[in-house]
């Protein structure tokens, strides 16, 4: 199998509003299917949290694996899960200086959307998604199923992945059985008689 159909796992929150309100339009005169949704300067500045959730493809549940990863200034947690069971749950030390580390790294990235077409959504395939908060409060998100979740280049999860001291791909690891080799057996050695001595033969045979 492939590596990333090794990837997986996290209980998504239920908590996406839509967020046309918060997002900039790069073409807010044209139609809306040539609009792109662009996240605030606003919001950039004010995000105190950021999620990213990856759901894994229709896969045997020994190679599905979905992931979440949420970060803010006290720390980071990464949750792996199996078709909703959660697997393995770590928690990193953060600080604001972490945080904004994560911001710049996806800023780099220039995210976007497109509106979604009137084209049936694709199914047993990979989605992933990016959420930014300030406090409680969802300002924006990006999901690849609402529309297609554009970048100038480079990997979502790996500009999160700059605020973390390890990689998850090693977390995910650590969620699956290993594989045991089963050594020989030991060759068994027979083990020689024990001889009596000529003092304990003469006793016995006069006893």
């Known amino acids: 199998m492939k590596k990333s159909l090794l990837l997986s796992a996290i209980m998504m929150l239920a908590i996406m509003p839509s967020c046309q309100s918060r997002v900039q339009t790069d073409n807010p005169q044209g139609d809306q299917k040539d609009s792109v949704q662009t996240i605030s300067d606003e919001?950039?500045?004010?995000?105190?949290?950021?999620?990213?959730?990856?759901?894994?493809?229709?896969?045997?549940?020994?190679?599905?694996?979905?992931?979440?990863?949420?970060?803010?200034?006290?720390?980071?947690?990464?949750?792996?899960?199996c078709y909703g069971d959660l697997l393995r749950r770590e928690v990193f030390p953060s600080s604001q200086e972490t945080l904004d580390k994560a911001k710049q790294a996806l800023a780099k990235l220039n995210l976007r959307k497109t509106p979604p077409s009137n084209e049936p959504p694709l199914c047993g395939g990979t989605s992933e998604s990016v959420a930014f908060f300030k406090g409680d409060e969802q300002r924006a998100y990006f999901a690849a199923g609402e529309g297609t979740l554009l970048t100038s280049g480079g990997s979502i999860v790996m500009a999160f992945g700059v605020a973390l001291p390890v990689t998850v791909e090693s977390i995910i690891d650590k969620t699956r059985t290993p594989q045991t080799v089963e050594e020989p057996a030991p060759k068994r050695t027979s083990k020689p008689k024990p001889q009596l001595g000529k003092s304990k033969y003469i006793k016995r045979r006069h006893r």
């Open 43 to 81: 919001d950039w500045a004010e995000t105190t949290f950021l999620r990213y959730d990856f759901t894994d493809s229709s896969t045997p549940p020994e190679y599905h694996r979905s992931f979440y990863i949420g970060i803010d200034k006290d720390s980071i947690r990464v949750c792996v899960t």
